[in-house]
């Protein structure tokens, strides 16, 4: 069975529209509140939120639903996506709910679920779910006199705050050291300053005023130049930029150069090689991922494994052999001694330990690899699936045609999005020139051919 409105990181389209609805929700959150409800004890689930306006859509009709088959609701208001699988383990809750579109402009939302355990649902949970949603629900009502209970958790803030603090190496400290942190008006605007404050840092932050709109516009991951701009400005030792969840983290140096977490991994996977807390020989990352990610950690006796784009199947195979490092380009870091999911906040401290531990410049150390010639260009898919445009002769035959070309050269990677309409054409290779001219050429086939 395929799933019809989970992907690859939970329930996601634009606001107030089909599936982010309002009755969508109340029925997500009946199916999943019945899902998880075993055993005679109170059951209880975590509800967070980003800073989306969309959220007091959606917030109040997943409570319903939950409240509906009689399950126990804690509200926890504006957190990281971390936060939430963290205080759901902590809570002893049996269900954990994100509200939010993760990097996606305001207009977006999305609803994200974690297990008892923190993480995130398995393909056969999601099924499940779906399966009671689309076939009747009114079997999963209570009687009135069962329903639940919903309350507010006043305290989650400082609870967070604890938890990643105490993921910072004992005996270090962050005095002397200036850092732009970019909050993205979301999730992690009050948290992620006061982290780092704590800690000794010197904080200068951006993106620290959301209004419900402002989520992810012109800051955060995908929009760095402000934050760049600022470092060198205030001659910051480095800056860290959060998504609109904060399960993310991309990175830059005193100079302004940009790292990504292809940069980050191949440092804490290096730096925990070193000290002897590298478990499952390597690191995690998915198709992604840079080459030369690949040849610095083989150069180093470690192995990279590919998986499929999302960090919940970086995560599957690290839980299933046992690796404590994993993530992907983008930024989204999965360190399974702390975290049951990606953690921007737990990464970037990773990080600033190297740094204070080195006495060096972030520059010397936050590149340790050069990568090499990767493009990546999205094409939007008007009026047909995108099965559909992957399946026509002319685009099949033009992947094939690159394939030939980048044959012993580099490889190609054409995908489709898994939250929106998108076809994704990724390239790499020795030859700048090559990848460009493989990719443009691969576009402009799937543009026409998807009618954009």
Same mark, same amino acid.
């Given at each position: 069975?395929?799933?019809?409105?989970?992907?690859?990181?939970?329930?996601?389209?634009?606001?107030?529209?089909?599936?982010?609805?309002?009755?969508?929700?109340?029925? &997500?959150?009946?199916?999943?509140?019945?899902?998880?409800?075993?055993?005679?004890?109170?059951?209880?689930?975590?509800?967070?939120?980003?800073?989306?306006?969309?959220?007091?859509?959606?917030?109040?009709?997943?409570?319903?639903?939950?409240? /509906?088959?009689? +399950?126990? %609701?804690?509200?926890?208001?504006?957190?990281?996506?971390?936060?939430?699988? +963290?205080?759901?383990?902590? &809570?002893?809750?049996?269900?954990?709910?994100?509200?939010?579109?993760?990097?996606?402009?305001?207009?977006?939302?999305?609803?994200?679920?974690?297990?008892?355990?923190?993480?995130?649902?398995?393909?056969?949970?999601?099924?499940?779910?779906?399966?009671?949603?689309?076939?009747?629900?009114?079997?999963?009502?209570?009687?009135?006199?069962?329903?639940?209970?919903?309350?507010?958790?006043?305290?989650?803030?400082?609870?967070?705050?604890?938890?990643?603090?105490?993921?910072?190496?004992?005996?270090?400290?962050?005095?002397?050291?200036?850092?732009?942190?970019?909050?993205?008006?979301?999730?992690?605007?009050? #948290?992620?300053?006061?982290?780092?404050?704590?800690?000794?840092?010197?904080?200068?932050?951006?993106?620290?005023?959301?209004?419900?709109?402002?989520?992810?516009?012109?800051? =955060?991951?995908?929009?760095?130049?402000?934050?760049?701009?600022?470092?060198?400005?205030?001659?910051?030792?480095?800056?860290?930029? !959060?998504?609109?969840?904060?399960?993310?983290?991309? +990175?830059?140096?005193?100079?302004?150069?940009?790292?990504? =977490?292809?940069?980050?991994?191949?440092?804490?996977?290096?730096?925990?090689?070193?000290?002897?807390?590298?478990?499952?020989?390597? %690191?995690?990352?998915?198709?992604?991922?840079?080459?030369?990610?690949?040849?610095?950690?083989?150069?180093?006796?470690?192995?990279?494994?590919?998986?499929?784009?999302?960090?919940?199947?970086?995560?599957?195979?690290?839980?299933?052999?046992?690796?404590? #490092?994993?993530?992907?380009?983008?930024?989204?870091?999965?360190?399974?001694?702390?975290?049951?999911?990606?953690?921007?906040?737990?990464?970037?401290?990773?990080?600033?330990?190297? &740094?204070?531990?080195?006495?060096?410049?972030?520059?010397?150390?936050?590149?340790?690899?050069?990568?090499?010639?990767?493009?990546?260009?999205? #094409? $939007?898919?008007?009026?047909? /699936?995108?099965?559909?445009?992957?399946?026509?002769?002319?685009? %099949?035959?033009?992947?094939?045609?690159?394939?030939?070309?980048?044959?012993?050269?580099?490889?190609?990677?054409?995908?489709?999005?898994?939250?929106?309409?998108?076809? $994704?054409? +990724?390239?790499?290779?020795?030859?700048?020139?090559?990848?460009?001219? %493989?990719?443009?050429? !691969?576009?402009?086939?799937?543009?026409?051919?998807?009618?954009?």
């Amino acid at each position: 069975m395929t799933r019809k409105l989970f992907g690859t990181d939970g329930v996601r389209g634009t606001a107030n529209t089909e599936p982010m609805t309002a009755e969508t929700a109340l029925k &997500l959150g009946m199916a999943a509140g019945h899902h998880f409800t075993r055993g005679a004890h109170r059951h209880m689930v975590v509800i967070g939120k980003d800073t989306r306006l969309s959220g007091y859509l959606l917030e109040p009709a997943l409570m319903a639903g939950f409240v /509906s088959v009689g +399950m126990d %609701v804690m509200l926890v208001g504006p957190l990281p996506t971390p936060a939430v699988a +963290m205080l759901t383990r902590s &809570l002893r809750a049996d269900l954990g709910v994100m509200i939010s579109a993760s990097h996606n402009p305001y207009q977006d939302n999305g609803i994200k679920l974690f297990g008892p355990d923190g993480f995130k649902l398995s393909d056969e949970d999601e099924l499940t779910i779906e399966a009671k949603m689309f076939n009747g629900l009114d079997a999963l009502r209570i009687g009135s006199d069962h329903l639940g209970r919903a309350k507010r958790l006043d305290d989650a803030v400082g609870r967070y705050i604890e938890y990643v603090k105490n993921t910072f190496p004992r005996g270090l400290r962050l005095d002397g050291l200036k850092i732009v942190v970019d909050c993205a008006n979301g999730a992690a605007y009050k #948290v992620a300053p006061t982290v780092l404050w704590e800690l000794g840092a010197e904080v200068v932050s951006v993106a620290v005023s959301p209004d419900g709109f402002n989520i992810n516009k012109d800051c =955060g991951s995908l929009h760095t130049e402000r934050m760049r701009e600022l470092v060198v400005a205030h001659n910051a030792h480095l800056g860290i930029a !959060l998504d609109g969840d904060a399960d993310r983290v991309v +990175m830059c140096d005193e100079h302004g150069a940009m790292i990504d =977490g292809d940069q980050l991994m191949a440092l804490i996977a290096d730096l925990w090689h070193r000290s002897g807390q590298l478990r499952g020989g390597g %690191v995690v990352a998915t198709v992604m991922s840079n080459l030369g990610l690949e040849r610095f950690l083989n150069a180093r006796g470690l192995t990279l494994i590919r998986t499929n784009v999302g960090d919940r199947y970086v995560l599957e195979h690290m839980r299933r052999e046992g690796f404590n #490092v994993g993530g992907e380009q983008s930024g989204h870091i999965v360190l399974s001694d702390h975290c049951t999911t990606g953690d921007g906040l737990v990464a970037a401290l990773q990080v600033l330990a190297a &740094l204070i531990q080195s006495g060096k410049p972030a520059s010397e150390i936050l590149r340790l690899f050069e990568p090499l010639p990767q493009v990546l260009k999205n #094409v $939007r898919v008007v009026g047909a /699936s995108v099965a559909e445009v992957l399946a026509r002769a002319d685009v %099949v035959a033009a992947m094939t045609a690159a394939e030939v070309r980048l044959s012993g050269k580099g490889r190609l990677l054409i995908r489709k999005s898994g939250t929106e309409p998108l076809i $994704r054409v +990724m390239a790499e290779g020795e030859s700048e020139s090559l990848v460009n001219d %493989v990719v443009d050429g !691969l576009v402009e086939v799937i543009r026409t051919a998807a009618g954009a």
